[in-house]
Nanobody, 113 residues
Framework: QVQLVESGGGLVQPGGSLRLSCAAS????????MDWFRQAPGKERELVAR???????YYADSVKGRFTISRINGKNTVYLQMNSLKPEDTAVYYC???????WGQGTQVTVSS
């Protein structure tokens, strides 16, 4: 069994920053790719960022230059540093363990003045 525990969401003003974290535990073989998705009300869930087992990052165009995904070396723990947040970044953010297709419980990020 695999478990993903997320933390770090909250309410922030436009232009502010937040850092999300996700720790995976359980029956996971090795270091694997992990993703952050988000889903805003009335919209489909979308990929925000992905980090490979070798720590290479991929970003959606909408967050490039503002968000940074990283991981602790040798662990299936990832972070999403979100800077210059915009109201359109408001969504529930989900951590995803790629090869195993497990999802975290989601954490709400609200960007509003």
């Amino acid at each position: 069994q695999v478990q993903l525990v997320e933390s770090g969401g909250g309410l922030v003003q436009p232009g502010g920053s937040l850092r999300l974290s996700c720790a995976a535990s359980g029956r996971i073989l090795g270091i694997v790719a992990m993703d952050w998705f988000r889903q805003a009300p009335g919209k489909e869930r979308e990929l925000v960022a992905r980090i490979s087992s070798g720590s290479n990052g991929y970003y959606a165009d909408s967050v490039k230059g503002r968000f940074t995904i990283s991981r602790i070396n040798g662990k299936n723990t990832v972070y999403l540093q979100m800077n210059s947040l915009k109201p359109e970044d408001t969504a529930v953010y989900y951590c995803h363990l790629g090869p195993y297709n497990y999802w975290g419980q989601g954490t709400q990020v609200t960007v509003s003045s």
